[in-house]
């Protein structure tokens, strides 16, 4: 069974912002192959962020990251386009909170950004399908 999918909209970015999104892309598709490097990696990108990520600096950071590699803008990428948003957030200095949930009733998993207490960059909300399992929140220094 097959079903449309709708890419978040492209954004302008300049030549800077695009070699930070596509390296925030290969970073994470690296770190997010196995569970404990993802556990340590988002630890310590997490550590020492200025401040937490509003909302709109959220929603830009997934629309870059999906604008500068396609792949992330699947169904079936969420956590590599979740983290390298959060990767392209930290690298501005800021840092949004990264949600893994499990869908009791499928067994299905989903990762998402939350900024300004609720989610950011997803198309819906997930948090009345998904019931959140591990929180990724930025620690200030």
Not at 68 to 86: E, F, H, K, V, Y
Not at 100 to 119: D, K
Request: contains cysteine; glycine residues 6%.
């Amino acid at each position: 069974m097959s079903f449309p999918v709708a890419l978040p909209p492209r954004v302008r970015l300049n030549p800077r912002q695009y070699l930070l999104a596509r390296v925030s892309a290969a970073v994470a598709a690296r770190i997010t192959a196995t569970t404990p490097r993802l556990e340590s990696a988002l630890t310590r990108a997490l550590h020492g962020a200025r401040r937490p990520s509003t909302a709109a600096e959220t929603e830009h950071a997934v629309r870059a990251v999906c604008t500068a590699s396609i792949r992330l803008g699947g169904t079936r990428a969420c956590l590599p386009r979740s983290t390298a948003a959060l990767l392209y957030c930290r690298a501005h200095g800021h840092a949004p909170t990264l949600v893994l949930g499990v869908n009791p009733a499928t067994a299905r998993v989903h990762a998402w950004l939350e900024a300004e207490g609720g989610p950011a960059g997803e198309p819906s909300d997930p948090r009345p399908t998904y019931i959140p399992v591990s929180r990724y929140t930025p620690e200030e220094q």
